[in-house]
């Protein structure tokens, strides 16, 4: 064997393992997380909010209340944000309160918000604290997300070559991602744009529901193919999520936490995986890889073989619907169908109420609104809720097992499992 081949089946074989520690993080602790408290403030357009650290703070004290819980509890707190200035969030659990404790600024594109779930979850479950905070906050401006520093290197570059060998299109950068991708599966699949636009009135429905959202009027499959047309054949207005600002959060602590201040938290994490890109996102052609398909199949994958489920067993899921394309493609990353069967899970109505798994009953990214920072812990709230039977007119029945999915280009995925405590 030559040493080039040597090395790279070394440097392979290392990468590997990086993959499976990764993923398998949990694998040998047996350590119980619990949701205890969560908090979420009504998500608005830009302009219509209140300043970032006002929204952020407003959240956790939300959260802290609900867990019933003193701020001089909390041991360490995770702030998600995506624009903002370092130590923004210092200054908004500052406002919250001022104890000293550790607080670690996360940036994980849109997976901001499950990124610092995740670390208060790790922190909790091995035993370096019993109560962890993580919040998610988001300031936005209108329009399509730009690339602010024009001085260095794009974080971007490799996957705009890619994208740009595989689709010849003039978008802003997330609607050429995520519509290509959407175009891939119906090369592939024979997904139509109806079924996108069934999965745009379905988030309608959902949020109609919600006092939370950002968009509350329903809109009928015929509405959202008749809007403004973005991509011909591909995409309309209303399949793209909006820019929105909001924040949210999540108190974590441990069994032994509950018991010594008296606490009856009805939701646990059952299982967490994150996963990032591979060489293949890049070496593939394929758009629904480049856009984050194959990391949601392996965290998925992760986490049912952590919990010892499968998606036959979830009532319930949140997952990242930036488009109403991602939607379609996470459905077969979850499991909930088979590759290339979207298409019938959509028309047999297995994506709603009285389906087989209730998906975004909060109207998801696409209605309820989209601030980076805060998505992945308003994912954690609706789901809480959903455990709890505190969704209201939201409430799906029966619920035992919840599934979210929150996905960063760039990249990272996050899929955290949760479960009703008995």
């Given amino acids: ?7 790279r089946s070394v440097a392979e074989a290392a990468f590997q393992g ?64 995506v624009f903002g200035e370092s130590c923004s ?14 607080i670690v600024n996360v940036n994980n594109n849109c997976s901001t918000g499950s990124s610092a779930l995740f670390l ?16 998610g906050f988001e300031q936005m401006r209108p329009g399509p997300i730009a690339p602010i520093f024009s001085d260095r290197v794009n974080p971007f570059e490799d996957f705009d070559r890619a994208c740009a060998e595989l689709v010849d299109v003039d978008l802003p950068l997330a609607l050429r991602y995520f519509g290509g991708a959407g175009l891939a599966h119906m090369t592939k699949f024979g997904t139509t744009l109806n079924d996108f636009a069934k999965v745009r009135a379905k988030a309608s429905r959902h949020a109609s529901r919600n ?25 309309t207005r209303p399949m793209a999520c909006p820019p ?20 009856q938290p009805k939701v646990r994490i059952a299982a967490q995986a994150m996963t990032t890109d591979t060489p293949d996102t890049l070496e593939s052609r394929d758009m629904m890889h480049l856009v984050g398909s ?54 047999d109505g297995d994506n709603t109420y009285g389906g087989r798994v209730v998906t975004n009953p909060s109207g998801g990214l696409l209605s309820k609104g989209h601030p980076l920072g805060a998505t992945g812990l308003a994912q954690c709230y609706e789901l809480s809720q959903q455990l709890r039977g505190t969704a209201q007119d939201r409430q799906v029945e029966g619920v035992r097992h919840g599934l979210q999915h929150n996905l960063g280009l760039g990249g990272a995925c996050v899929v955290t499992l949760y479960e009703r405590v008995a």
């Fill in 211 to 235: 006092p939370m959202s950002v968009f509350r009027s329903v809109m009928s499959e015929e509405d959202v193919l008749a809007a403004q047309v973005i991509w011909p054949g591909v995409m």
């Fill in 244 to 263: 929105t600002c909001g924040a949210a959060a999540a108190v974590l602590v441990s069994h032994d936490f509950a018991r010594k201040h008296d606490l």
């Fill in 120 to 135: 208060a979850r790790q922190a909790v479950e091995s035993g370096a604290v019993e109560c962890a905070l993580a919040v």
């Fill in 1 to 7: 064997m030559s040493k080039t081949v040597m090395s």
């Fill in 294 to 347: 194959e990391m949601t199949r392996r965290a998925a994958a992760a986490v049912y073989e952590k919990a010892g489920i499968g998606p036959k067993e979830i009532q319930v899921a949140e997952l990242h619907d930036c488009f109403a394309h991602n939607e379609v493609i996470t459905y077969e990353g979850l499991g909930f169908c088979g590759q290339g069967e979207a298409q019938r899970f959509i028309a």
């Fill in 18 to 81: 990086s993959v499976v520690q990764q993923e398998s993080s949990m694998a040998g602790s047996t350590r119980e997380v619990l949701v205890a408290g969560v908090g979420m403030i009504p998500f608005t357009k830009p302009g219509q909010n209140a300043p970032y650290d006002e929204m952020g703070s407003t959240a956790i004290r939300l959260a802290l209340e609900d867990g019933g819980i003193g701020f001089n509890l909390v041991e360490q707190a995770y702030a998600g944000y």
């Fill in 89 to 102: 969030g210092q200054r908004v659990i500052y406002k919250a309160g001022m104890t000293g404790i550790p």
